[in-house]
């Protein structure tokens, strides 16, 4: 049973269709749509679904998805299989598209694609018409896909075609990026338009992808100043990361003042992921969802990367308990993945004790440039 607090539940449209599970990127790939699946199942079995409005999202059409990709493009993913890919016919386009082992060609790799876009897509479309307070799509978030090409096992930007969809009933939107890779690709998207803002939390320097997301990267012509980076270093935990985060996301709201927020929660911050090299605890990365949502502004959240999977379920189902507002109990429900999560079958994600090379001084710095940045927005 959940536990009931004495604040109103939020109105939340929750996204998900159960073949997102069918699709493998390659045999060896980290990313794993699997663990879009094992999130449903944990939000499902601790009966959050009751709590909120369930959809099945319709993959986006070829229309739609032009709106930010080239036709050129989206023909070429439409086209594209491992057949071909192995006889070698598509070389030229590969190199052209970006293809290769980060982004390999897949079986449904359209299908999957427009799933994830239509999540999105439609959760905006029902925030916009004020049906819901929040919108959640796990099955989106995937930050690095470009105009006309794939990048980064992203190959359709849901993200940008979601803020693209918000910007025809909101007049500024907010996206905030907390995965631990720089949110490159919106950030590219939006780099000249005031009407949208980027921020981007995430690891840098030492070669780390996309490489990217200087704190001096800030947004050109009308979008100077509209983009912000907080390039952090290795084994940052919950309260350094904290104090960054809030200061710098308290001014942004203050004196943004965005009509819309989208939330990208790649959990590859966490502890533990087999990608990423933060340090942030379940609890810690969640705070980012409570902190957002405590500005009542209408929120798409979104998921992204996240590569230890068991613990992007539990993150991810954790957020969702937040975004609805009611406390989880620890001991996990029983589910068909139940498995996976020994041998403590709890919902926190372990913690590690790797160093955390943020110093204080740096962390100051960093807030003091970006605060100084967004000096220059007009109030
Ligand atoms: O933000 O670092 C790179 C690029 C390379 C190194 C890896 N090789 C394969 C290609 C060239 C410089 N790529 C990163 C991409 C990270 C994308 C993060 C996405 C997101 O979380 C949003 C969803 C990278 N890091 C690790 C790997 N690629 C990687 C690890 C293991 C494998 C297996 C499959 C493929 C090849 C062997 C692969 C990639
Ligand atoms: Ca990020
Ligand atoms: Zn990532």
Redesign the pocket.
């Known amino acids: 049973t959940l536990a009931h607090g004495t604040a109103r539940k939020t109105k939340v449209a929750y996204y998900f269709d159960p073949n997102i599970a069918t699709f493998h990127y390659?045999s060896?790939?980290?990313?794993k749509p699997f663990r879009i699946r094992m999130t449903d199942a944990l939000v499902k079995n601790y009966g959050l679904y009751k709590k909120m409005n369930v959809f099945r999202p319709t993959a986006a059409t070829f229309d739609q998805m032009t709106e930010f990709h080239t036709d050129d493009y989206l023909n070429f993913l439409k086209r594209v299989s491992p057949e071909i890919y192995s006889t070698g016919v598509e070389r030229l386009a590969d190199r052209k598209f970006n293809f290769?082992?980060?982004c390999p060609p897949f079986d449904g790799i359209y299908d999957f694609s427009s799933l994830s876009a239509g999540g999105s897509i439609q959760g905006a479309e029902r925030l916009a018409s004020g049906e819901c307070e929040i919108a959640v799509n796990w099955g989106g978030?995937?930050?690095?896909a470009k105009k006309t090409e794939a990048s980064?096992?992203?190959y359709v930007n849901d993200i940008v075609l979601g803020i693209l969809e918000l910007l025809k009933s909101y007049e500024r939107v907010l996206y905030v990026d907390v995965?631990v890779?720089h949110g490159d690709g919106v950030e590219e998207a939006f780099y000249t338009t005031d009407r949208v803002m980027t921020v981007s939390f995430h690891l840098f320097g030492h070669g780390f992808?996309p490489g990217t997301g200087h704190v001096l990267d800030v947004g050109v012509g009308k979008g100077k100043y509209y983009a912000v980076n907080v390039p952090l270093q290795y084994g940052i935990d919950d309260d350094t990361y904290h104090q960054v985060f809030r200061p710098i996301m308290k001014r942004v709201m203050e004196w943004y003042r965005p009509s819309a927020v989208v939330l990208q929660l790649?959990a590859?911050s966490l502890a533990g992921d087999r990608?990423g090299m933060f340090n942030l605890s379940m609890r810690g990365h969640g705070k980012c969802v409570e902190y957002m949502k405590s500005f009542g502004v209408p929120m798409l959240m979104v998921g992204?990367?996240g590569y230890t999977i068991r613990n992007v379920a539990r993150t991810w189902t954790y957020e969702t308990a937040r975004a609805v507002g009611v406390d989880l109990p620890m001991h996990l429900p029983y589910n068909e993945f139940l498995e996976y999560y020994g041998p403590e079958y709890l919902l926190d994600v372990p913690m590690s004790n790797i160093p955390n090379h943020n110093t204080q001084d740096h962390l100051e710095k960093l807030v003091a440039a970006i605060t100084e940045h967004l000096r220059n927005l007009p109030f």
């Open positions: 390659a060896n790939h980290p990313m290769g082992d980060d978030g995937l930050h690095h980064g096992f992203c995965d890779h992808f790649g590859d990608l992204g990367g």
